[in-house]
Each structure stands twice: as structure tokens, then as C-alpha cells.
């Protein structure tokens, strides 16, 4: 029995040996959904960590919760990359500088960052004027790195490359929806630069990468349900670029909460006749 056991794993393995050679594309697909596989291990196995410190540090004798809280208008800047940001928040901040840039609404497609920690950056897309999804790409450097640096702030078109590149026909493999990738073009010293899916900085090489989660509290700040969201904006998107409507994407910097909270406290100081 035991013999026979041995000999139907032994035929198992080599029936599977055998599969992937013959196909070696399936080893591409199994290694994209490893990939964010692995992400989700590491979100929730953060997300855990952080519910059992929660639980011994909570004391019955503890004040609550809303007491000494600061209210969200006196949230410090450096807090914002520590936890998933208040959309709210932000909007606000973001809705007293429209004198000076330009409303979200005016905008086919936004990007606030608001978080850099020096190797991933966190940001809000915005699309139509409405939050759609949040971003994450690489750092900020004041001179390129290539594959480790984000692309400068700007207002850039919205494409589709019409070329099958080898990303390219991954994702075709992958989702029967996927065409082309869009990409966002006119970038000085920058190209093939795309929206595409990832979880942390080293999904990205320039690109933006979109998701319906943010982790910004682990040690290394990540993004999840991100298959979700791109799937979400490519069919929303990319029947507008193919159909060739101009499209065009504007990203800001974190100082845009800067002179935000400055245009904030200026306004405030000045009395009211």
C-alpha cells in the first residue's frame, strides 16, 4: 500500500513537472497572484499585530477615547502618513487652496500625495472630482533614480500604449478585459510610465499604482484590494483614451497640505469686518 502510495505522488510530480514545461505561461499568472497573495499575508498579519498591542495597552481606568482629543483641523502634518488618511479631512483642506489651484472637478483625473517616508509615497486619486482609489509610488529624489523614483509633480496626457509589450500581454493573460495599458505620457526624462496594480514600492518603477486599502502604519507602507480598484478604473478609463478623448491626469505634492493649513491660519488671523 505504502509502495503505491509513493509510486502515484512520484507520477503527480512528474504530471506536474511536465505541465509547466509544456506551459510555461501558467507559471507567469501563479507568480502575479503570489505576489499579491503575499501582500494580504503581510496587511492582515500587520493588522493582527496591531489589535493584540491595542488590547494590553487598554486599561479599564483609561480616560475616553473623546477626551483631549485634538479636533481633525489640528491634526500636526507629520501625523498624516502614520494612519489611513481622513478623506474628509483632506478635501477640506484641499477645497481652501482652490483659489490658488485648481478644483478637483476642473481636473479629469488628480493625485494628492499626501505622505512620503522616503521610499513609498501615498497619495488620493480623484476622478471627475470624486475620490476613486488611493495611490502608492516610489520616493521623491532630486535626481532620478530609474525604476526608484516617482515622476514629478504636473499636469501630463492620458494614453494607451499601442504596443504589446511583454507587461502587457501578462495582463492579458491574466484578465480578459485588459487591451493596452494606459499610460501617462509627456513625462521629461520619464517613459512608459503606467497605472497598473501593485501592493508596496517594489511593484512599481515609476508607475502608479492604484487600491481599495492603505496600510500607512506598517514599517513599510503599503496598498491592498488592488486588482479591485485597477479593474474598477481600466473600465472606466480606458474606453475614454481609446476612443481618443482627451484625458489628462495633474499631480500635486505634499506641499499642497502645507499651504493649505498656511492659507488656513492666515485667514483665521485676519478679523472679520
Known sequence: MKRFAGLLLLALVILTVAFFIYNPQVIENIWMWLVGFIGYIIYFLNKGADSIKNLFKKSPFSESPDKGKESSDKVPLTQLGNKEPDLAHLESLFNKIQGEEESLSQTDLTVLRYTDDGKTTLGLLYVDGRFFAYTLEDTHRDEKISGNTRIPEGRYPLSFNPNLTELTQRYRNRFP???????????????????????????????????????????????????????????????????????????????????????STTSQAIPQT
Open 177 to 263: 478585459w485588459f487591451e493596452y495599458h494606459i499610460e501617462i505620457q509627456n513625462i521629461p526624462n520619464y517613459d512608459l510610465v503606467y497605472i497598473h496594480i501593485g501592493n508596496t514600492h517594489q511593484d512599481t518603477r515609476g508607475c502608479i499604482l492604484l487600491a481599495d486599502g492603505v496600510n500607512a502604519a506598517s514599517a513599510e507602507k503599503m496598498v491592498t484590494h488592488s486588482q479591485k480598484a485597477y479593474e474598477r478604473f481600466y473600465q472606466s478609463i480606458y474606453p475614454r483614451v481609446s476612443s481618443n478623448t482627451p484625458l489628462s491626469i495633474r499631480i500635486l505634492n505634499e506641499d499642497w497640505i502645507k499651504k493649505a493649513y498656511i492659507k
